[in-house]
T-cell receptor, first 111, second 114 residues
Framework: DAGVIQSPRHEVTEMGQEVTLRCKPISGHNSLFWYRQTMMRGLELLIY????????DSGMPEDRFSAKMPNASFSTLKIQPSEPRDSAVYFCASSLGHGYTFGSGTRLTVV | SQQGEEDPQALSIQEGENATMNCSYK?????LQWYRQNSGRGLVHLILIRSNEREKHSGRLRVTLDTSKKSSSLLITASRAADTASYFCATVLISNFGNEKLTFGTGTRLTIIP
């Protein structure tokens, strides 16, 4: 298995632009998580899905952030419009209930 | 928001020594997990301990859990340079509907000096 695949690995965008981050979980895993990591706030849970259904999105910072999971093999995290304070590393993780497998992350820089 | 607080924030030891990191949390949990993160990389799952377990071993790793004190510790024995990384504890709460929520602590930055 190739593990959790995230794309792109790096994204540099201008303030105000729309950004879409993508994640392909491990086949068969029924839970998917989006995290954001910054030096100031550490690892923050943004949203998680169980069987493609959003369960808890209380960590989504504001309405500019949205996440979807249209099927078991794909999820997106969208930021529109992006702001410099959104700069962070965004991780996707999937699980079948015994330990979580993380992707390599997307490093987002908003200038 | 952070569920766990880790102590110390940073730790430097000589290669071959043992490293101990502690984690405290605030709410009831179903299990607690430890992860390692090398600089610029994703997190790697190390070990999981359930709320009804008190101690667990995996290779050079030893994890303890004290649910009465809401704390856990990770011991790495005979440390190696390759153990240099950040270590995070993460608590898991399973809802009545069976949904899991994994929340991370603040992490300990471990440096092994060759």
């Amino acid at each position: 298995d190739a593990g959790v695949i995230q794309s792109p690995r790096h994204e540099v965008t201008e303030m105000g632009q729309e950004v879409t981050l993508r994640c392909k979980p491990i086949s068969g895993h029924n839970s998917l998580f989006w995290y954001r990591q910054t030096m100031m706030r550490g690892l923050e849970l943004l949203i998680y899905f169980n069987n493609n259904v959003p369960i808890d999105d209380s960590g989504m910072p504001e309405d500019r952030f949205s996440a979807k999971m249209p099927n078991a093999s794909f999820s997106t995290l969208k930021i529109q419009p992006s702001e410099p304070r959104d700069s962070a590393v965004y991780f996707c993780a999937s699980s079948l209930g015994h330990g979580y497998t993380f992707g390599s992350g997307t490093r987002l820089t908003v200038v | 928001s952070q569920q766990g607080e880790e102590d110390p924030q940073a730790l430097s030891i000589q290669e071959g020594e043992n490293a101990t990191m502690n984690c405290s949390y605030k709410t009831s949990i179903n299990n607690l997990q430890w992860y390692r993160q090398n600089s610029g990389r994703g997190l790697v799952h190390l070990i999981l301990i359930r709320s009804n377990e008190r101690e667990k071993h995996s290779g050079r790793l030893r994890v303890t859990l004290d649910t009465s004190k809401k704390s856990s510790s990770l011991l790495i024995t005979a440390s190696r340079a390759a153990d240099t990384a950040s270590y995070f504890c993460a608590t898991v709460l399973i809802s009545n509907f069976g949904n899991e929520k994994l929340t991370f602590g603040t992490g300990t930055r471990l440096t092994i000096i060759p």
